[in-house]
């Protein structure tokens, strides 16, 4: 019981209608600077687009499938459980980001830059980042 306690007491957003596009991580209250705010476990395999459509992966689950994963011309990077749906799928792009990713071999790491209000979406700039700005309906704001 102590882990959930200290999960509510750790709990700093949630998802909510963004303003800059769909559905976005907005604070539920204040946010220290430097806070971490979640992990995205790297484990994921590039499936080449030829190889989904010659197993029968129907081209409206692809469509859906690129607007929450990485993916080229070539194919799409799926993690081991595509219905595992997480955080980061739902981080938007700002210039003015607040938050930060630091990678090591097995995860990406969610940092806040600097103290975030109450109400605020956490945002990231793809550009520094490695995103990809064609793979989700990438606008600059």
Same mark, same amino acid.
């Given at each position: 019981m102590e882990s959930i306690i200290q999960q509510c007491r750790d709990k700093y957003f949630e998802l909510a209608p963004s303003k800059i596009h769909g559905i976005g991580i907005i604070a539920i209250r204040s946010i220290p600077k430097d806070t971490f705010l979640f992990e995205d476990p790297i484990k994921?395999?590039?499936?080449?687009?030829?190889?989904?459509?010659?197993?029968?992966?129907?081209?409206?689950?692809?469509?859906?499938?690129?607007?929450?994963?990485?993916?080229?011309?070539?194919? &799409?990077?799926?993690?081991?459980? &595509?219905?595992?749906?997480?955080?980061?799928n739902f981080i938007n792009h700002s210039k003015q980001h607040n938050t930060r990713c630091i990678s090591d071999?097995?995860?990406?790491?969610?940092?806040?830059?600097?103290?975030?209000?109450?109400?605020?979406?956490?945002?990231?700039?793809?550009?520094?980042?490695?995103?990809?700005?064609?793979?989700?309906?990438?606008?600059?704001?």
């Open positions: 994921a395999q590039f499936i080449p687009y030829e190889t989904l459509y010659s197993n029968g992966v129907q081209k409206g689950v692809i469509k859906s499938l690129n607007k929450h994963f990485a993916h080229n011309k070539e194919g &799409i990077e799926l993690p081991t459980n &595509i219905n595992y749906i997480q955080f980061v071999l097995h995860s990406n790491k969610y940092y806040t830059n600097r103290r975030i209000q109450n109400g605020e979406e956490l945002c990231i700039n793809y550009l520094e980042n490695d995103y990809c700005p064609s793979c989700i309906d990438f606008k600059v704001k």
